[in-house]
Structure formats: structure tokens, C-alpha cells
């Protein structure tokens, strides 16, 4: 009986001492090591990974001046386009895929020549193109309700779309928009826009 219970010892030292068995382990333990250090990686990297962006715009609307052309009061020549306001807006979303980004937008756009302060809110969809590794270009339609502040019995459809090219992988960005409001002041015709502003963009 004696000898049956010492020889499981025996042969398990027999084996355990040899450098194969060692060598064995210690491949055992680096392996599993390298696993969970994997497993912690791809963990780290789903949490970093976001599907949402968020963006903060600001433009300034420009207008024709009728006074082209012309001498000033100071002898220099009147400009062809002039400042008619200013537009800040902030939208967030989220991208379907690395084309197409669906989102929420709210603004404040001061429209200098009408004396008007509109508040627009509205949805956009962004159709994202990538011209270079830095670069991409984008087209932005949007659609919504805007409202004159301060003044009630002025509200209407908003719309809008922007031409423009930003950072790749978010930041910085230039963009053109042409955009209307549907409702005037004082005529028939529908207030509207041409702007160029800077947008930036986290994602």
C-alpha cells in the first residue's frame, strides 16, 4: 500500500525535473499571460471607440453691396460682398457609418440687413467623402422649424445645405451653406442666407 501511494510522487518528480517539463510551464505562463493582456487591449479599444459626434458651428452670413464698384467717402472702392450678421450653431448625432452621419442641430442667426434674430432647429444628414489621408469633404442637408425671437407671428420651415471639407478624424473645418427661412418681415420673399463659417467637430 505504501509503495501505490508513493508512486504517483515518484513519477510526477520524475517528469516535473526534466528541462522539456520546465520549458513546458513557462510556455504555459507566457501564453496565458499574453492572452488576457490581448483580451484587456481589445477591451480598452471598444470602450475608446465611439459611435456619437458632437459639433459647434459659427458662420457669417455675407450679402451683396449695391454700392459696388463705387468711390466711398473716403476715395476708396465700395467691396462687392459685405457682413450681414452673424449664425452659431450646435448640433450632435450619430454616424451610421464612416459615410453617413444623421443628427440634431439648434442655432441663434442674426440677420443684420432684416434687424432679425431667427432661432432655427432642425435635422441634418452629412454624406462624408475622404479626398486625401488628412482631408474629407462632406454635403450636409437639412430640414427643420425656425422662429423669430421676439416676434411670434414670425416662424416657418428652415433649410439649409453646406458644402465643406474638415479634419479626417475630426476638428477643424471651413464650409460654405446657403440656407432659408420661410417667412419675411416685410415682403413676400423668403428671408435667406449665404454664409461661410468654421466648424468644429468631435468624435
Known amino acids: 500500500m ?4 508513493q508512486l504517483p510522487r515518484k513519477l510526477s518528480n520524475k517528469v516535473f525535473t526534466k528541462p522539456k517539463a520546465k ?7 507566457i501564453s496565458s499571460i499574453g492572452f488576457s493582456q490581448e483580451n484587456r487591449d481589445t477591451l ?3 470602450k475608446k471607440k465611439r459611435y456619437t459626434y458632437t459639433k459647434f458651428e459659427f458662420a457669417v452670413p455675407i450679402r451683396v453691396n449695391q454700392y459696388a464698384g463705387e468711390i466711398d467717402e473716403y476715395g476708396e472702392d465700395e467691396p462687392w460682398f459685405l457682413p450681414d450678421g452673424v449664425i452659431g450653431r450646435f448640433g450632435m448625432g450619430i454616424q451610421i457609418n464612416k459615410f453617413i452621419w444623421v443628427g440634431g442641430n439648434i442655432g441663434v442667426d442674426w440677420k443684420a440687413k432684416e434687424c432679425l434674430v431667427v432661432a432655427p432647429l432642425f435635422g441634418t444628414i452629412k454624406i462624408n467623402s475622404k479626398v486625401s489621408k488628412d482631408f474629407r469633404m462632406y454635403v450636409e442637408p437639412g430640414f427643420g422649424r425656425a422662429m423669430a425671437i421676439g416676434r411670434n407671428d414670425l416662424s416657418g420651415y428652415f433649410k439649409k ?4 471639407f474638415e479634419d479626417a478624424n475630426g476638428g477643424l ?3 460654405l451653406e446657403v440656407c432659408q427661412y420661410g417667412f419675411s ?8 442666407s449665404f454664409c461661410i463659417g468654421l466648424a468644429y467637430t468631435m468624435n
Request: hydrophobic content about 50%; charged content about 15%.
Open 44 to 46: 480598452t479599444v471598444a
Open 2 to 5: 505504501r509503495l501505490l501511494t
Open 161 to 164: 445645405i453646406s458644402l465643406g
Open 23 to 29: 520549458l513546458l510551464l513557462i510556455l504555459l505562463l
Open 185 to 192: 418681415k416685410n415682403s413676400e420673399k423668403r428671408i435667406g
Open 173 to 175: 473645418g471651413i464650409y
